[in-house]
């Protein structure tokens, strides 16, 4: 419990260091020098320098998402903080426990509109778990650790702290906080056996799983009690690895374009059983396909935050809990309940949906692409992508392996796949990583690969182009068909680009070409990034503009 004087700087890098600290991204700020000068000294900690605090903030989100701890991130006031907000909102919107530390106005400056001044607890309130200002250096200690403690309880999500640069060189005695850990949330026994006595009765279950406080042991107990009974499991929105798709009661996700086989398998279920899910507006498809009223199903919710039951969804049985200790306690049950032939069906239903069958008269075929890339790579390859119609090629035909393949924010964010991808590589080194992007999104954080480039990661990009924001082309012909307006794109060469940040690149514009280029790619010690240009025409795995506006 260290009582010797330390700048303030000293006392903040010594208590992330308490906490089990080993990675901060960055894009330095003169409001926060001290914290850097204190980094100097201290090797334990990675200190990853980005291009842009939007993409260091996604890096930090998705580095939380992989860890379950807090990822942390430093940016500077003004301009940096607002840059650096995107990635606290995914944070929030995904569950993901996150801590953004922005440097400050000095305290004299307070309130007087000084250089780049906001007021971060109010600009971050309604995004963040809790935002708030460290004005006094000697408690750095109880706010660094009432950060952790916030950022990993319950649901877990972002918390903002505001550093004002006079703070950090306060030389102050400060007392240290020990290491943060999240308190365990054991459901009652009486619950398991209620729920037990629903599954007894039921008829048609369905569980829809993943999100909040979810992690690698949730998903094996979870999926081992699911097997055991023949219970049918999708996941809720871009949360495709909770269980490993390759598991005998998987029948696919819900979001974007679900498996019409599985949405009429969720309408017919009398009984949903919803672990971690929120039931949020795009696994639902906008409360429709489950609406907040449910009749003629009972309902059972498994969440750790109590102010997440009943908020929307009337709730037949709720239970606060854990997702890990709830699973367990599932799997390690005594129970007498006859398996059900539905996950086996639902699993055949899903993979015949996931297998991609050939376009015809299609230069490339990104469901080839997608075929192609699963004989390649192996099965726990992170996939991370951002927003986009290119995304749904993956969402359907890519098969994820265990917790931590999949990197997507549920937020519907563009610019996520290349940061999340240099977070992902930084912290899975024996794992493949593959970012992908269409031309928009890869352009909204693309400066990034001189992130990766810098860290010589070993991670491919595949970049699809059809020089159009597709999703809201898509949205536009059906709402206003034939208008065109505002969502062609001009791209730069994006192989070349790729070549000038120090990459390997191959532009591929025809199917047969693209196992072997990925193979090339494959092969590369570094960054690799593969330009694939497609046609608009294609706007989904299921359909065309042809299609959706026939003239």
């Not at 308490?18 to 914290?35: H, K, M, N, T, W």
Request: net charge negative.
């Amino acid at each position: 419990m260290t009582q010797t004087a330390r700048t303030g700087g000293r006392i903040l890098v010594d208590q992330l260091l308490a906490q089990g600290c080993d990675r901060i991204f960055c894009v330095p700020g003169e409001s926060y020098l001290a914290v850097l000068d204190a980094l100097h000294d201290s090797p334990a900690i990675d200190l990853v320098v980005c291009r842009q605090e939007g993409g260091a903030a996604y890096m930090a989100e998705a580095d939380g998402k992989l860890t379950g701890r807090p990822g942390i991130c430093f940016v500077t006031r003004g301009p940096g903080a607002t840059n650096a907000a995107i990635g606290v909102h995914v944070a929030m919107q995904d569950s993901t426990p996150m801590i953004l530390f922005v440097g400050d106005v000095a305290r004299d400056a307070k309130d007087r509109e000084g250089f780049q001044e906001i007021d971060f607890p109010a600009m971050f309130a309604p995004i963040a778990k809790w935002a708030a200002k460290i004005d006094d250096a000697r408690r750095i200690p109880e706010y660094v650790a009432r950060a952790y403690a916030v950022a990993l309880s319950g649901r877990p999500g972002p918390v903002v702290l505001a550093l004002p640069e006079d703070m950090l060189l306060d030389e102050v005695a400060a007392t240290d906080r020990p290491q943060v850990v999240r308190p365990a949330q054991v459901p009652d026994p009486r619950a398991i056996e209620a729920l037990i006595d629903l599954l007894r009765d039921a008829a048609a279950p369905f569980a829809i799983v993943g999100g909040a406080d979810w992690d690698a042991g949730a998903a094996h107990h979870f999926a081992e009690f699911a097997e055991s009974i023949g219970l049918p499991v999708a996941s809720a929105f871009r949360r495709q690895d909770a269980i490993a798709n390759d598991s005998p009661v998987w029948a696919g996700n819900l979001g974007y374009g679900p498996n019409p086989e599985l949405v009429a398998r969720v309408r017919a279920a009398d009984l949903l059983l919803v672990v971690g899910a929120r039931l949020g507006e795009a696994t639902t498809d906008g409360y429709t396909l489950i609406t907040p009223d449910h009749p003629g199903q009972i309902l059972v919710h498994v969440h750790p935050d109590p102010d997440e039951l009943q908020s929307v969804y009337r709730t037949d049985l709720a239970i606060c809990a854990d997702c890990h200790e709830f699973a367990d306690a599932l799997v390690h049950g005594e129970h007498d309940l006859l398996p059900f032939a539905d996950g086996a069906e639902a699993h055949a239903q899903w993979r015949a949906w996931s297998e991609p069958a050939p376009r015809e008269g299609v230069a490339l075929d990104l469901g080839a692409c997608v075929a192609a890339m699963r004989d390649a790579l192996p099965a726990d390859t992170v996939i991370c992508n951002g927003a986009g119609n290119y995304s749904s090629w993956w969402h359907r035909y890519w098969r994820y392996g265990p917790r931590g393949t999949q990197l997507a924010p549920t937020a519907g964010a563009m610019g996520y796949g290349v940061p999340a991808a240099v977070a992902a590589a930084l912290r899975t080194p024996a794992r493949r990583v593959v970012a992908l992007a269409g031309d928009g999104c890869f352009l909204m954080n693309g400066q990034e690969l001189a992130t990766a480039a810098a860290q010589r990661v070993p991670m491919l990009v595949i970049v699809v182009d059809n020089g159009n924001y597709g999703t809201i082309r898509m949205h536009q012909e059906r709402e206003y068909p034939g208008r065109v307006s505002g969502t062609g794109l001009a791209n730069p060469d994006f192989a070349a680009l790729a070549r000038a940040y120090g990459g390997w690149a191959e532009t591929v514009e025809r199917t047969a070409d693209f196992a072997p280029a990925l193979a090339r790619a494959l092969a590369q010690p570094a960054l690799a990034l593969l330009h694939l240009k497609t046609d608009i025409e294609q706007i989904t795995p299921a359909t065309t503009l042809a299609k959706m506006n026939p003239r």
